[in-house]
């Protein structure tokens, strides 16, 4: 059973930052994306990051500059650093992996954690 587990969310004034992580329970390299997704409330999740396994990232428009996905391969987990956070990045952070074997998709979510962005 693949366990992703989000950490470091938290409470944070307007222009700071913050740390997420997600530990996977088996190696993140068997995942050929991950990702963080959030969503606020009264909206639907959305995409923030993605990080393939050959090292692509992607961002969504909204955090491009002022977000980082990573990963240490060794400890089997995913970061998003968060700067210059602003009051509407105030969502439940959620981090994705996504296998595919040929034709066969497996998509797995951790629990998510709460990012709040006080101004």
């Known amino acids: 059973q693949v366990q992703l587990v989000e950490s470091g969310g938290g409470l944070v004034q307007a222009g700071g930052s913050l740390r997420l992580s997600c530990a996977a329970s088996?190696?993140?390299?068997?995942?050929?994306?991950m990702g963080w997704y959030r969503q606020a409330p009264g909206k639907q999740r959305e995409l923030v990051a993605t990080?393939?396994?050959?090292?692509?990232?992607d961002y969504a428009d909204s955090v491009k500059g002022r977000f980082t996905i990573s990963r240490d391969n060794a400890k089997n987990t995913v970061y998003l650093q968060m700067n210059s956070l602003k009051a509407e990045d105030t969502a439940v952070y959620y981090c994705?992996?996504?296998?595919?074997?040929?034709?066969?998709?497996?998509?797995?979510w951790g629990q998510g954690t709460q990012v709040t962005v006080s101004s």
């Open positions: 994705n992996g996504v296998r595919r074997i040929i034709v066969e998709r497996s998509e797995y």
């Open positions: 088996g190696s993140i390299l068997s995942f050929n994306t």
């Open positions: 990080l393939t396994s050959g090292g692509t990232a």
